[in-house]
């Protein structure tokens, strides 16, 4: 069982109205217009692109018009299976499939196209180049595919921006700098950091500064050392 740290600020909300579309418009459009029977869907792109945003996104969105979402990634212990009544059948970040995920994966897919799903699927790169069992790869393909683009730092700093004040949170334009220069452009990676500071700056009850954030980073890394 894994331990969730206790979160005191809001949860993410992961839907299409807090997902800046930046470059990646055309893949956005044709995932919101999917239906039940479509060709599955692949999505693609680097670690930070939104792909987990995306899946997310569209489970809020399938399951608040009453369906049922099955949801699977390299965390969902085995056996997998789908929901009783399910419409959508989502994947996520399918290079992490182990032997006996990918096994389960491809029943999956046969399932969903015998009943008729919608399946969305996503990965770091497009599935002819992913190291999976060949009918997996085959059946990822059969689709359209769409490349993410991560988004650019302006846009990041929208969205960090807006989290930010979603939380009640003060952010310099010193501490954007400071999360920006020192780490990837992974949106994914900035927003964790920013609960983690979030949870920092409540805990020692001081303001978000640049100093509170290294003290923040020289804490983990001293106990990640232990």
Known sequence: M???P?????????????????ANVAALTHVLTLGTGAPPVFLWGPPGSGKTHVL???????QAAGAQVGWYDADTPLPWELPAHPSLLLMDDCQRFDAGQQHAAFALFVEA????????????????DL????DLRTRLAWGPTFALQPLSESDIRAVLRRDADRRGLVLSDDVMDYLLTRFARDLKH???????????????????????????LADQGA????
Not at 10 to 21: A, G, K, S, W
Not at 131 to 134: C, G, I, S, W, Y
Not at 194 to 202: I, Q, S, T, V
Request: no cysteine.
């Open 131 to 134: 190291a999976l069992r060949e």
């Open 190 to 216: 900035l927003m964790t950091l920013l609960d983690g500071l979030d949870e920092f700056a409540m805990a020692s009850k001081r303001a978000v500064t640049v100093p509170l954030l290294r003290q923040m």
């Open 113 to 128: 196209a015998t009943m008729g799903l919608a399946v969305v699927a996503t990965g770091t790169e497009p599935p002819v």
């Open 6 to 22: 206790l979160s005191l600020g809001p949860e993410p909300d992961y839907t299409f109205d807090n997902l800046l579309p930046g």
């Open 223 to 226: 106990q990640h050392a232990h």
């Open 56 to 62: 997310r996104a569209l489970a809020q969105r399938w």
């Open 2 to 4: 894994k331990q969730i």
